[in-house]
T-cell receptor, first 114, second 110 residues
Framework: EAGVTQFPSHSVIEKGQTVTLRCDPI?????LYWYRRVMGKEIKFLLH????????ESGMPNNRFLAERTGGTYSTLKVQPAELEDSGVYFC????????????FGSGTRLTVV | QKEVEQNSGPLSVPEGAIASLNCTYS??????FFWYRQYSGKSPELIMS??SNGDKEDGRFTAQLNKASQYVSLLIRDSQPSDSATYLC??????????WGAGTKLIIKP
């Protein structure tokens, strides 16, 4: 079974540019989550999809972040325009059940905004 | 007050000894608790989950949960150099969100 796949693994962009991160969850996992870890800080929740619907997007920092999950398969997270404080590692996770379960994480995308 | 607190370390333990990692949480209604291991540059990997008070053992790992005191711990017996990593405590809160601690860096010295 393929795991959660994320790409790119690294991205370096200039302030003001746009970046799109992609996450392919484990096949059959309806639940998809985005998390972010800024250097030296704890991992923070961004949002949660159940299939193609946003179940919870309370963690999205501002309207420069747009997440989509068309067709309930892969998800994209777009940052437009990127700011310096957006730098960090963006993790995607998926799970079959929603609720009290551990999640399988992708390897993350390290975003550096310069 | 942070919702999930861990000592950042580093915690240095000699090879073969028991490593003890601790975590406290603030949300009293939390029901699910997880320990993840993260190697440098890699994604978090789930190693233990615990839902009930008491101990849960899996190989060299034992998770301990005390809901009354709001702490969860992870013991690693017979520590190996390959156990050197950052250990992240995570708790599912009343909103079903996974809340993370900042992690404890564990170093196993040969």
């Amino acid at each position: 079974e393929a795991g959660v796949t994320q790409f790119p693994s690294h991205s370096v962009i200039e302030k003001g540019q746009t970046v799109t991160l992609r996450c392919d969850p484990i096949s059959g996992h309806d639940n998809l989550y985005w998390y972010r870890r800024v250097m030296g800080k704890e991992i923070k929740f961004l949002l949660h999809f159940v299939k193609e619907s946003k179940q919870d997007e309370s963690g999205m920092p501002n309207n420069r972040f747009l997440a989509e999950r068309t067709g309930g398969t892969y998800s994209t997270l777009k940052v437009q325009p990127a700011e310096l404080e957006d730098s960090g590692v963006y993790f995607c996770a998926s799970s079959q059940e929603w609720g009290n379960y551990g999640y399988t994480f992708g390897s993350g995308t390290r975003l550096t905004v310069v | 007050q942070k919702e999930v607190e861990q000592n950042s370390g580093p915690l240095s333990v000699p090879e073969g000894a028991i490593a003890s990692l601790n975590c406290t949480y603030s949300d009293r209604v939390s029901q699910s608790f997880f320990w993840y291991r993260q190697y440098s540059g890699k994604s978090p990997e789930l190693i233990m989950s615990i839902y009930s008070n008491g101990d849960k053992e899996d190989g060299r790992f034992t998770a301990q949960l005390n809901k009354a005191s709001q702490y969860v711990s992870l013991l690693i017996r017979d520590s190996q150099p390959s156990d050197s990593a950052t250990y992240l405590c995570a708790v599912i809160d009343s909103n079903y969100q996974l809340i993370w601690g900042a992690g404890t860096k564990l170093i196993i010295k040969p």
